[in-house]
């Protein structure tokens, strides 16, 4: 781009008509720049190798000099297959070529020819694909192949790119800075193009794909850092000067010693509190780390600075755990702490708001209620959510929007891989609590078949006879799955048969309505349930310590990340809790996944193997990925380009250079192009 030039229709090339440039343009390929910049998924291998080294069913070229004369079979509709026999080195095997029996002219007895195709060791048959006349000198390594749809041609799409790289390649202009090529060795965007399409070596096309990947993630890094530089400039927030006597004062009467992971993050927010921008600032902490008690600190931060605070939670359970926790947190204190959630109704609720809207609440803890238009707060000043992937963009933009700019707070338990919250959170700041509460007992994990279920009824009932409570959790894939609903169903049907008499066994699924998961839900934490049998609407929050044991039933059909989440239920107490993961995988990664599990109780960890094994795509499943497609970057082995970059970025739009200087002039482009700067937002 950047260079009208490069805006020439393909038609301007030779050999484009009409009919190729509208399936060009199928392709998105309406211009030269277009084309440049269509990579090919692959290249097809040339580089000769040694037969008697290459392993059954790979691909291979070599040398070949014909020993006898070819055989041909036709197989009728026009299809035939062509028999050679031929010597590799002292080796004498075949090859094989369908539908061209042409070549049998061709190879003649005693000549040398160049063949490329599958190795099939137990036949000793080269399944060829192609074949050049003659030694392989004069011939490439390297051929790229591109994703074409219909009748084009591979090698005509190859000549129209080696036309326009060589009429056109002078126009290109380089959008990397020099000063990052140079620090980072890139080659400039010629050569990296004439690499990416038309690789000389293997070094060649290693170091083309290095700077596209550094390019296509320095580009998106630039986007997302230019807009946090614009919010930053634009949307001036304002200064919490808080207490820091009284709130060392509320540190200090805590049941427990915060970790160093908790001081750091609880530092983090109160840092931003100081400072004139709009905090937007993401909290990362597994299951059990204590995200809690530092939304209690920061919120009474911003009390003892004359605001009100609010935190939402997904769920009415939870919202009323948190309630009940902060509440007792400050019970010495003078802050009053105030629950809104759907069953608050009436004259209560009528109140409620009343005290909201004067100020004499200070903390509002609640569910969706909370965004509800007649709730309106005196001053709002700090504003968290709880589970953040719960609620929609729109939700949490409506919670932010009831106060005047007030510092935002995303909570997660969702640990997610660096190389993805860079990416996908780019323009938000991240705290990570990465540190267990000290004494808390790892969950020990166990995989077993599904035919061990008698002795996982026996280990369960072993921990229900000491007092313990239990979890039962069958798969959901689809809340509306009829089937999912049935298996939690004769899972508790089975349980409820077993422990007749002895022990309670409750059943709780998305079917249910919100009251009577609360009442289900209730019971269990007060122990008049010892079994809970549920699909997956238990992963959220859940507080029952008592809980020690956790069965998963056809554990194959969770992803590492849900699993962990699920196990998060157990392990909250005083007492060793263990897991029981009930699966037959048939695939290795199910394999793999599986034991994962029993190998760590590290979420980062997990998160980190999950993405490996699934791909970045398929990370945050389909909802909500917010993550852009890459061409050459890959976000699971490309961390370190992608630290760098971002790095890189973030330096650079802090410069007045970047934003004046003819020399970033391409690079405001991009950031035009992309509309940043029109303040378009990227969540
Ligand atoms: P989560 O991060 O999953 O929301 P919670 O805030 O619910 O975790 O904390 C899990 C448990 O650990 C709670 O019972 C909480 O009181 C306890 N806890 C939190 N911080 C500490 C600490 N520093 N020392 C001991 N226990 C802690
Ligand atoms: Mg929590």
């Excluded at 343009?25 to 037969?51: N, Q, S, W």
């Excluded at 798969?475 to 049907?493: C, G, H, R, T």
Aim: hydrophobic share 40%; charged share 25%; with cysteine.
């Amino acid at each position: 781009m950047f260079n009208e030039v490069l805006l020439t229709p393909m038609t301007a090339l030779k050999g484009i008509g009409k009919e190729t440039a509208q399936q060009l343009a199928d392709l998105r390929i309406e211009t030269v720049y277009d084309l440049m910049y269509t990579f090919p998924y692959r290249h097809e291998d040339f580089r000769l190798k040694d037969l008697t080294e290459t392993p059954h069913n790979e691909r291979v070229t070599v040398e070949a000099r014909i020993e006898r004369e070819a055989s041909v079979m036709f197989l009728g509709k026009g299809k035939s297959r062509l028999q050679v026999h031929i010597f590799v080195g002292r080796h004498l095997v075949k090859a094989v070529f369908f539908n061209q029996a042409y070549l049998k002219q061709k190879l003649t007895i005693g000549s040398v020819v160049t063949i490329t195709g599958k190795w099939d060791q137990g036949r000793q048959t080269i399944n060829g694909t192609h074949v050049h006349f003659g030694p392989k000198t004069d011939q490439i390594d390297f051929e790229p192949v591109y994703s074409l749809r219909g009748t084009l041609q591979q090698k005509r799409f190859r000549t129209f790119m080696r036309q326009a790289l060589s009429e056109y390649g002078h126009a290109l202009v380089d959008v990397l800075p020099v000063d990052a090529r140079m620090q980072y060795k890139l080659v400039d965007v010629r050569a990296g193009l004439e690499g990416i399409h038309f690789p000389q070596t293997a070094e060649h096309a290693k170091q083309a794909r290095r700077r596209f990947a550094f390019e296509e993630l320095f580009l998106f890094q630039l986007q997302i850092q230019a807009l946090r530089k614009k919010r930053r400039d634009d949307e001036v927030g304002k200064v919490m000067k808080y207490n820091n006597e009284q709130l060392k004062a509320f540190i200090a009467s805590l049941p427990y010693e915060l970790t160093n992971a908790q001081k750091r993050v609880v530092n983090e927010i109160c840092r931003d509190f100081l400072t004139p921008y709009r905090m937007n600032r993401l909290l990362q902490g597994d299951v059990g780390s204590g995200k809690t008690v530092v939304a209690a600190i920061t919120l009474y931060a911003a009390v003892t600075a004359g605001y009100q605070g609010a935190l939402m939670a997904p769920t009415e359970i939870l919202a009323e755990q948190h309630v009940e926790s902060l509440q007792a947190w400050f019970a010495p204190f003078n802050v009053r702490v105030a629950l809104l959630s759907g069953s608050v109704k009436g004259k209560t609720r009528r109140e409620l708001l009343a005290e909201l809207a004067n100020g004499d609440i200070d903390i509002l803890i609640g569910t969706h209620a909370l965004i509800q238009p007649d709730v309106v707060f005196h001053n709002l000043g700090f504003v968290i959510t709880d589970e953040q992937h719960r609620f929609g963009v729109e939700q949490r933009r409506i919670l932010r929007d009831k106060g005047e700019s007030p510092d935002v707070l995303f909570m997660t338990a969702t640990p997610i891989p660096r190389t993805l919250s860079i990416t996908a959170f780019g323009e938000m700041d991240v705290s990570i609590i990465d540190e267990m509460p000290a004494g808390r007992k790892p969950i020990e994990t166990h995989w077993v078949k599904k035919e061990q279920f008698g002795a996982v009824v026996q280990k369960l009932e072993n921990e229900l006879l000491q007092g313990r409570q239990a979890y039962a959790i069958c798969p959901l894939i689809e809340e509306s799955d009829k089937l999912d609903v049935q298996n939690a169903v004769e899972a508790y049907e089975q349980l409820r048969e077993l422990f007749r008499g002895r022990f309670e066994v409750g059943l709780m699924h998305g079917r249910l309505t919100p009251a009577e998961k609360d009442e289900v839900m209730r019971d269990f934490s007060e122990g008049k349930l010892h079994i809970l049998v549920s699909t997956t609407v238990v992963e959220v929050g859940v507080n029952v310590p008592n809980a020690t044991f956790m069965v998963v039933y056809d554990a194959e059909r969770f992803g590492l990340a849900q699993l962990h989440q699920l196990r998060g239920r157990v392990g909250r107490g005083e007492h060793q809790s263990y897991c029981v993961l009930m699966a037959d995988p048939k695939t290795d990664e199910g394999k793999e996944r599986m034991l994962s599990m029993t190998e760590t109780n590290d979420g980062f960890a997990l998160a980190q193997k999950d993405l490996e094994l699934r791909g970045p795509g398929d990370f945050f499943g389909k909802k909500q990925s917010g993550l852009p497609e890459f061409k050459v970057a890959d976000l699971v082995h490309d961390y370190r380009a992608l630290e760098v970059a971002r790095d890189y970025a973030t330096a650079l739009v802090q410069t007045d250079a970047f934003w004046q200087s003819d020399e970033y002039a391409p690079l405001r482009q991009v950031l035009a192009k992309s509309g940043v700067l029109d303040g378009e937002r990227i969540d």
